[in-house]
Every structure is written in structure tokens, then in C-alpha cells.
């Protein structure tokens, strides 16, 4: 069955960075949007950016220019580069595909990853 599995969830100062990475098995996720989500205790669940099957990214105003978003070589690994990470940052981290749409992203991810926690400090 397809799972979406996050690692590189770290403890990181103020200022540093960190690569999460999402391994999505059984399934071709090339041709489908992906994204990556993050919420923290309490509040609800926030887009952070996203990736189409062509390559297009969109982001969150709050990691604009600081975040990336990529698809790896293998096409089935979504990476999220994190850079000048804040403490508003922390988080648990969830990656996303919407595999079902074939054109742009949208709102409804219907498979999801069990989630990785960043935490800045």
C-alpha cells in the first residue's frame, strides 16, 4: 500500500538549516502533486509549500525565501530545504500527496506521512 514516510527532523539553533525528506513507496508520485504541512500542538495544520507535476512550487508567506521545495532524481522523494530556521518554525512536519490531481495543487491531500518534528531552539 503507498506510504509516505518524513525524516530529518532535528533540534537546530536559531539561524541554521535542515533538509526533510519525504520517501513515498508503492506509488508514482511524479505525476502528482506533493506538499509539505507542519502544525504545532494546538493550532491547526499550516501549508508550507507545495510541488506540481510540473515542477511548480508555491510556498507560505511565512517561509517565502527561505524554504525550498524539490523533487528528488528518483522522483519519488520530495525534499523540503529549510534555511534561517526561527523558532517560530518548530513544528511537526507532515509531507502530503494529492494523488489524485494530475494539474496544479489543491486542498485536498488524501495521503499523508506520519510526520517528523523540527524544533528550533
Known amino acids: 500500500h503507498v506510504q509516505l514516510v518524513e525524516s530529518g527532523g532535528d533540534l537546530v539553533q536559531t539561524g541554521g538549516s535542515l533538509r526533510l525528506s519525504c520517501r513515498v513507496s508503492?506509488?508514482?508520485?511524479?505525476?502528482?502533486?506533493m506538499g509539505w504541512f507542519r502544525q504545532v500542538p494546538g493550532s491547526e495544520r499550516e501549508g508550507v509549500a507545495a510541488i506540481d507535476a510540473d515542477g511548480t512550487t508555491s510556498y507560505a508567506d511565512s517561509v517565502k525565501g527561505r524554504f525550498t521545495i524539490s523533487r528528488g532524481a528518483d522522483k519519488n522523494t520530495v525534499y523540503l530545504q529549510m534555511n534561517s530556521l526561527t523558532i517560530e518554525d518548530t513544528a511537526v512536519y507532515y509531507c502530503?500527496?494529492?494523488?489524485?490531481?494530475?494539474?496544479?495543487?489543491?486542498?485536498?491531500?488524501?495521503?499523508w506521512g506520519q510526520g517528523t518534528q523540527v524544533t528550533v531552539s
Open positions: 502530503a500527496g494529492e494523488f489524485w490531481r494530475t494539474r496544479g495543487c489543491g486542498t485536498q491531500f488524501n495521503y
Open positions: 508503492e506509488f508514482t508520485s511524479s505525476s502528482y502533486c
